[in-house]
């Protein structure tokens, strides 16, 4: 098949919305489909089936933003677009901002057969606002993406059933969904890697993702400033973000200075093989790949009992979950697994069984299955339609 897939966040693959979406170009095009891609990465004009549409211009201070996190963010072109789906079987939709909703539109008036990923909360945009507490505010965002993109698409790919159930109560409708996680690579895996010398006698513990208010980096930084054990914790914060220069201030008075850094994806998984163990402490987070590959590297995971997150599913049991942005309290937790490093042995154990479950080539499999079937439909609802005319036609 010929499979366009229409992408509003693309660039490096440091974030889940473009990991997400190469892992699936990559797969399909393993499965020998012709695979279109449209976005507005402006130095892929080149490339045989890319589509550039326009970047959208938000001003000086946030352009510049949006270029340091290394995305683009496209701007709507029906040319461009047209000329994408001219000739697709199947149109997947990865995000429903500008360029989905648009291209959702076109596909339709085209008559082809659609797919969209979920992989955006209300609260991701919300938090910017801070009013990502307030139900109403991310209930009309779920709806606005419902009446704008989801209600017109055959097929849903929600990563995990949390963020199914979430936007299903807030639309108040039932949609054609599909549970599959974005899974984890065949590289990312335990390995036997050892603690660089300058850390060696220091426990290391990891976190990583976008410094941003909902995944609540300060709430590991406090931790630690509470932690029995402070003077010999090493903080890692693997990311970038805006919230940079605030973190690396509130992280001042600790004893032992966090390494801030936004590491390559083979050296993000060296450093989950040799810390001592990972912690996630997002309070808004759709999936949580970073906690996933965490778990396929057989540490030991913490994770916030946040409502808005669907991590707290991962843990092994409640010894691995603290409070939401409760500091105090991820510090009792921490300094319980630094004080029984016999039974962490035993619970990293646990955790790397669990993390079959999300191996990243049966997962993409799931998903050409799910466009397969949404094809099929298409095709059954058009016949359908055209014998229902024929028949107006005859009598």
């Known amino acids: 098949m010929t499979i366009t897939v229409v992408?509003?966040?693309?660039?490096?693959?440091?974030?889940?919305q473009t990991i997400a979406a190469m892992n699936l170009i990559r797969f399909l095009k393993a499965q020998g489909h012709t695979v279109r891609v449209l976005c507005a990465d402006q130095d892929k004009k080149e490339l045989e089936n890319y589509y550039i549409v326009p970047n959208y211009d938000f001003g000086k201070m946030l352009n510049a933003y949006v270029h340091r996190v290394?995305?683009?963010?496209?701007?709507?072109?029906?040319?461009?677009?047209?000329?994408?789906?001219?000739?697709?079987?199947?149109?997947?939709?990865?995000?429903?901002?500008?360029?989905?909703?648009?291209?959702?539109k076109i596909a339709n008036e085209m008559n082809l057969p659609i797919t969209a990923g979920f992989h955006m909360q209300a609260e991701n945009l919300t938090s910017y606002f801070k009013v990502n507490k307030i139900k109403p505010i991310n209930t009309l965002v779920y709806k606005y993406i419902y009446n704008h993109l989801y209600k017109f698409v055959g097929g849903i790919h929600y990563p995990t059933k949390f963020i199914r159930n979430t936007f299903e109560s807030r639309i108040k409708t039932v949609t054609p969904g599909y549970v599959i996680s974005n899974g984890v690579h065949s590289y990312v895996k335990k390995r036997d890697i050892e603690k660089p010398e300058e850390l060696k006698d220091k426990i290391v513990i990891l976190t990583t993702g976008r410094y941003a208010r909902e995944k609540s980096q300060d709430t590991l930084i406090n931790a630690v400033k509470y932690s029995k054990y402070k003077d010999r914790i090493q903080l890692i914060l693997g990311g970038q973000g805006l919230k940079e220069k605030k973190y690396k201030?509130?992280?001042?008075?600790?004893?032992?200075?966090?390494?801030?850094k936004l590491f390559s994806r083979t050296d993000i998984i060296d450093v989950l093989n040799y810390c001592d163990f990972y912690v996630h402490p997002a309070e808004v987070e759709l999936e949580g790949i970073a906690c996933l590959e965490a778990i396929a590297c057989g540490?030991?995971?913490?994770?916030?009992?946040?409502?808005?997150?669907?991590?707290?599913?991962?843990?092994?049991?409640?010894?691995?979950?603290?409070?939401?942005?409760?500091?105090?309290?991820?510090?009792?937790?921490?300094?319980y697994w630094i004080e029984h490093e016999k039974e962490r042995k035993e619970y990293e154990q646990k955790y790397l069984k669990s993390s079959v479950t999300y191996s990243q080539d049966e997962c993409m499999k799931k998903m050409e299955q799910m466009i397969f079937e949404v094809v099929d439909k298409k095709k059954k609802e058009l016949e359908s339609k055209k014998s229902i005319a024929n028949q107006s036609e005859n009598q």
């Not at 992408?7 to 889940?16: Q, S, T």
Request: charged content about 25%; some cysteine.
């Open 299 to 335: 540490k030991l995971t913490i994770v916030s009992d946040s409502k808005g997150s669907a991590t707290k599913d991962f843990a092994v049991d409640e010894k691995c979950i603290f409070s939401n942005r409760n500091p105090k309290d991820l510090a009792r937790v921490i300094d």
């Open 70 to 104: 290394g995305v683009t963010l496209a701007k709507p072109d029906t040319d461009v677009i047209k000329k994408a789906f001219v000739g697709a079987d199947h149109v997947h939709i990865m995000t429903p901002l500008g360029l989905g909703i648009a291209s959702v």
């Open 249 to 260: 201030k509130l992280a001042q008075k600790l004893p032992i200075a966090p390494i801030f």
């Open 7 to 16: 992408c509003d966040v693309l660039g490096e693959e440091n974030n889940g």
